[in-house]
DNA sequence: GCGATATTTAACCAATCGGTTAATTAACGA
DNA sequence: TCGTTAATTAACCGATTGGTTAAATATCGC
């Protein structure tokens, strides 16, 4: 997988991962804390972790016997720098009707093979 | 994986499929031309595109032989409407400094084990 | 109907994923 | 030093992933 930005969607693609880093945005909290409201075993969620930290979502400190987690952002920003030029198409309302009209008003069209889409 | 946020950032986790969103974001195309760009076989495009369109992320329309792909930004949207609330900590130098002077202004810290960060 | 073009499906392979249980490491506190 | 608590590592399992080659499907143009 190699370049970060893959590293990260791939860390955001699982909805445990997710609720963790919400959690973290509360605050810092360690291992057992993050555990806690998961029905999986310790082992699968410090694994979890160890997939937000290789993506770099999250760091971890160390505190006596605990490893309090802490949210980092930075990667997140790429990820949302990533899908900025996309938000151009949010409200793009390109569908069927609009494309149709688009294909009958203009004769030879610049059509990708004369599309019917849907 | 089941849910569509699962689904979208595992789509998104594969720099050749980030590549056709990109592409397509230029316009509708065909899979022949989205796969021209790289180096793997056609199936492997035809498996990247199924992907896509499982995430919801790409449509295909049908003319003659040719499968026009188009972008579907609503799951795009859903993914970085995601996001929004974590972009308040883009700039949130919470870092080891800035812990460390409220760890030693405050006495008995409301800290999750008395934290030492890095 | 036939050959060419566009795309998908099938079968296979090695690697990774998400979970488990059991064992290990590390630091506390008495 | 011993028992307890926090967390990680190891070994294993079944499912999924991303690629391949080869075969199948669909539609065109003649």
Known sequence: MVDALSATFSALADP???AIL?????GEATVG????????????????????????????GRSAQWRPCRLEAARLKAADEWMAPYREFFDTRFDRLEAQLESMT????TDTKGTTHD
Chains 1, 2 share one sequence.
Request: charged letters at 30%; zero cysteines.
């Open 16 to 18: 445990t991962r997710r």
């Open 33 to 60: 804390e993050l555990a806690a409201p998961f029905d999986i075993t310790l082992p699968a969620i410090s694994r979890h972790l160890k997939v937000l930290e290789g993506a770099g979502l999250v760091s971890k």
């Open 22 to 26: 919400a959690r973290l945005a509360e």
């Open 106 to 109: 203009t004769k030879t069209t």
